[in-house]
């Protein structure tokens, strides 16, 4: 699953250059509606940084134009992989990050990463490796369980 809950759509990121010119940062407003080609990110607590495509209660909403969003999401998802975000967390008792420093932060990968696709499908397909982990772990977990059962039935 991603970090919104969905699970990995896999659209795959064309080929030719994203333009990435201009994204808006601002807080979300639960009475307001976002854009189509816009997503969430998490502004306070642990998770400061992580994308969603579904509001949550503290968040910011980027929105970008519809080819460069997928590109966005994954920019800020490896920015908050990462920890980037975590360095400029203030607040004691519920760390949070001001919109200008996410704003810069963002703004920052943009212009260095935005043109460079590979890193972002390299990124995407290591998601999909760990989902398939992931998915396999579970499936031996539940073997575990029912031989455990089995083992426990013939005892008894």
Same mark, same amino acid.
């Given at each position: 699953?991603?970090?919104?809950?969905?699970?990995?759509?896999?659209?795959?990121?064309?080929?030719?250059?994203?333009?990435? &010119?201009?994204?808006?940062?601002?807080?979300?407003?639960?009475?307001?509606?976002?854009?189509?080609?816009?997503?969430?990110?998490?502004?306070?607590?642990? @998770?400061?940084?992580?994308?969603?495509?579904?509001?949550?209660? @503290?968040?910011?909403?980027?929105?970008?134009?519809?080819?460069?969003?997928?590109?966005?999401?994954? /920019?800020?998802?490896?920015?908050?992989?990462?920890?980037?975000?975590?360095? @400029?967390?203030?607040?004691?008792?519920?760390?949070?990050?001001?919109?200008?420093?996410?704003?810069?932060?963002?703004?920052?990968?943009?212009?260095?990463?935005?043109?460079?696709?590979?890193?972002?499908?390299?990124?995407?397909?290591?998601? &999909?490796?760990?989902?398939?982990?992931?998915?396999? /772990?579970?499936?031996?977990?539940?073997?575990?369980?029912?031989? /455990?059962?089995? /083992?426990?039935?013939?005892?008894?």
């Amino acid at each position: 699953m991603l970090p919104s809950g969905k699970m990995f759509q896999g659209k795959k990121i064309s080929q030719k250059k994203c333009c990435m &010119q201009t994204f808006s940062l601002k807080s979300h407003l639960p009475d307001r509606a976002a854009q189509p080609s816009a997503f969430f990110v998490q502004s306070r607590g642990r @998770n400061t940084g992580r994308p969603s495509y579904a509001p949550r209660r @503290n968040c910011y909403v980027i929105a970008c134009q519809e080819q460069d969003l997928s590109v966005t999401y994954w /920019l800020v998802y490896a920015l908050w992989k990462s920890g980037h975000f975590r360095r @400029n967390l203030q607040g004691t008792r519920t760390p949070y990050i001001r919109v200008g420093h996410m704003r810069h932060l963002i703004a920052r990968a943009v212009r260095r990463y935005a043109h460079e696709l590979e890193p972002v499908q390299q990124l995407q397909k290591t998601l &999909q490796s760990e989902m398939r982990l992931i998915r396999e /772990l579970d499936r031996v977990a539940r073997m575990r369980t029912v031989l /455990l059962a089995d /083992l426990i039935d013939h005892i008894a």
